[in-house]
């Protein structure tokens, strides 16, 4: 079970927007850690999407864009495109035993 | 451009020692603020955090792995190293080598740019 808390799967119709969110708890979000988002499409390894909770590395489309408040973080995927099929994962720190840098469980975004 | 690449063997007997190496090109692993990583993803499964070492070989790990688990780094090389003990089939995974990237502090770090990962299965 992950620390960090994502719903399994998502989908939306192409030009749609979805949002994912990932759930913490007062050892990582909400202790004001940031919070930074990766792509992983099918078969390969993932990709920095979203960095320190808004922050796009460059070539991200800004389609993409990350918030955060209290215990949680969004994800928000605008003008939904058929290449963002992929699962995508929350990464924070966590300052209990749990092992200090942590994932959440993944969410898999079908584009209908 | 920093790229990453793992090597190492893919099948591993119970009990025995996982190694795997990650090679780094395109720039020096001892530069700036930048530490080496391993990150692990069982078949179907989320990431898992393994730990990793810095340039000069201080280390962290995962408390759930650290009794099995050595990161090392041969900056003459330019790789970083990891060994883990004792293995079961529960540790069978596709393992990725990546950056962990430093923010404005040392709590918001990323991990940027990853190895296309290797899979190690661990069977008889």
């Known amino acids: 079970q992950s620390v960090l808390t994502q719903p399994p799967s998502v989908s939306g119709a192409p030009g749609q927007t979805v949002t994912i969110s990932c759930t913490g708890s007062?050892?990582?979000?909400?202790?004001?850690?940031?919070v930074h988002w990766y792509q992983q499409l099918p078969g390969t390894a993932p990709k920095l999407l979203i960095y320190?909770?808004?922050n796009r590395p460059s070539g991200v489309p800004d389609r993409f864009s990350g918030s955060k408040s209290g215990t949680s973080a969004s994800l928000a995927i605008t003008g939904l495109q058929a290449e963002d099929e992929a699962d995508y994962y929350c990464?924070?720190?966590?300052?209990?035993?749990?092992?200090?840098?942590?994932f959440g469980g993944g969410t898999k975004l079908t584009v209908l | 451009q920093v790229q990453l690449q793992e090597s190492g063997p893919g099948l591993v007997k119970p009990s025995q020692t996982l190694s795997l190496t990650c090679t780094v090109s395109?720039?020096?692993?001892?530069?700036?603020?930048?530490?080496w990583s391993w990150i692990r993803q069982p078949p179907g499964k989320g990431l898992e955090w393994i730990g990793y070492?810095?340039?000069?070989?201080?280390?962290f790990y995962n408390p759930s792995l650290k009794s099995r688990l050595t990161i090392s780094v041969d900056r003459s090389k330019n790789q970083f190293s990891l060994k883990l003990t004792s293995v079961t089939a529960a540790d069978t995974a596709v393992y990725y080598c990546?950056?962990?990237?430093?923010?404005?502090?040392?709590?918001?770090?990323?991990?940027?740019?990853w190895g296309q990962g290797a899979l190690v299965t661990v069977s008889s």
């Open positions: 395109g720039g020096p692993i001892s530069s700036g603020d930048h530490y």
């Open positions: 007062s050892s990582n979000i909400g202790a004001t850690y940031d």
């Open positions: 990546a950056r962990r990237v430093v923010g404005t502090i040392v709590t918001s770090s990323w991990f940027d740019p």
């Open positions: 070492v810095y340039y000069r070989g201080g280390t």
């Open positions: 320190a909770n808004n």
């Open positions: 990464q924070s720190y966590d300052n209990s035993l749990s092992g200090n840098w942590v």
